[in-house]
Each structure stands twice: as structure tokens, then as C-alpha cells.
């Protein structure tokens, strides 16, 4: 009983604990090319990730990039039409890829 209680204490002291200072996030914004393409991936692919994902990749093969989009649309259930899927590819070999 005791250490249940000593548990309850500590728990409950730690959340009340107050933080007064401001807290200031920094924003990280992510440029993408902006060509034919752009808005199929803009509309199935920031819904989950940040632009730094594809970015952070590295230049890719045309084989790479098809993969992923189907894995996230196979694997993970995104809502990535079979046209965009191929819009998408395309863009991202286009803009990203290792030629």
C-alpha cells in the first residue's frame, strides 16, 4: 500500500510541475521543385511525411522511387490512385533521381 501511495505521489507531484519560459520551435521548411506533377505528390504524399523525407532520400533510381510510392500506397494504405502513383513517380525521378 505504501509504495502505491509513494507512486501516486510522485506521478501526481510531476505533473504538476510548471513551466514558465517561453518555448520557441523552430520551423524547418523544405523547398521542392514546383513543376508538372507537383500536386499529386503535394496531395498523397505530405499527408504523412514532411518534404525533407523525399529530399533526405538522395538522388534515386526511376526503380527506387516506383517502390516506394507503391509500398506507401501497398504497404501503408495511402490513397494514391494508380495514375498518381505513376505521377508521382514520374515527378520524383524527374526532380530527384539519379540519372
Known sequence: MRTI???LLLT???LSADYRQDVRIPSVTFQLKVDRGFPAMQRNCQWCHSF???LNQGPQ???YWKNIVVRMRDT???PITK???ITVTE???RNYGKK
Do not use: M, P, R
Open 91 to 93: 515527378y520524383l525521378y
Open 76 to 78: 501503408f494504405k495511402a
Open 61 to 63: 533510381t526511376k526503380a
Open 83 to 85: 495514375e498518381d502513383a
Open 52 to 54: 525533407g523525407y523525399i
Open 5 to 7: 501511495l509513494l507512486f
Open 12 to 14: 501526481l507531484t510531476s
